[in-house]
């Protein structure tokens, strides 16, 4: 079983319109969670970091949220635009600097 | 600021050809990575190498070899590439929060 799963697979939205994204998680004991983005053709970009202490986290027109008791963080994009286009990855890091990495959510914005 | 820097983007191999994927990293980072990411499976990790003179296996380490050359330089070998082993490759090395850096990635193809 994946100890990141990440939902929905995909989705597609029109530009404007705002999205979140889940990732639920099963690894222990936590150290931080990281969101990727990944443009078509090109390797994973770091989004935001989420430590144990932090429940909300701002990077522009993305924000991510993490519940550490229940294992959930959500990244929510603000007035989507054609450039959000992209598979956003969900890495958690665990015990001794291990990564567990997410499927992704691929998100297509469409005009 | 190059960052990670791969070598080729792309490569088409024969069944039993033998290549080498370069990767080089300015950003003094000890850690370095090789993933490979297919369809619907993510990234997974190929081997990774913690410091200069260590490698180790990660989740999918059949079929290939690494050598950290120095602090900089991390390759992949496949000694006898098979159909398989089509897939598109990341390097990848992390600083002290294991924040990722990826390359820019090699689409190989193997028939």
């Known amino acids: 079983k994946n100890q990141v799963e990440q939902s929905p697979q995909s989705l597609i939205i029109l530009e404007g319109k705002n999205c979140t994204l889940q990732c639920n998680y099963t690894v222990s004991p936590f150290s931080n969670l990281r969101w990727y983005k990944q443009d078509t053709g090109r390797g994973p970009v770091s989004l935001t970091i989420?430590?144990?202490?932090?429940n909300t986290k701002s990077n522009g027109r993305y924000t991510a949220t993490l519940d550490a008791d229940t294992k959930q963080s959500s990244l929510h994009i603000t007035a989507s635009q054609l450039s959000d286009s992209a598979s956003y990855i969900c890495?958690?890091?665990?015990?001794?600097?291990?990564?567990?990495f997410g499927k992704g959510n691929q998100v297509v914005v469409i005009p | 600021n190059a960052g990670v820097t791969q070598t080729p983007k792309f490569q088409v191999l024969k069944t039993g050809q033998s290549m080498t994927l370069q990767c080089a990293q300015d950003m003094n980072h000890n850690s370095m990575y090789w993933y490979r990411q297919d369809p619907g499976m993510g990234l997974r990790l190929i081997y990774y190498s913690a410091s200069e003179g260590t490698t180790d296996k990660g989740e999918v380490p059949n079929g290939y070899n690494v050598s950290r050359l120095n602090k900089r330089e991390f390759s992949l070998r496949l000694e006898s590439a098979a159909p398989s082993q089509t897939s598109v490759y990341f390097c990848?090395?992390?600083?002290?929060?294991?924040?990722?850096?990826f390359g820019s990635g090699t689409q190989l193809s193997v028939l």
């Open positions: 990848a090395s992390s600083d002290r929060t294991e924040k990722l850096f």
């Open positions: 890495v958690v890091t665990y015990g001794n600097n291990r990564l567990a």
């Open positions: 989420m430590t144990f202490s932090e």
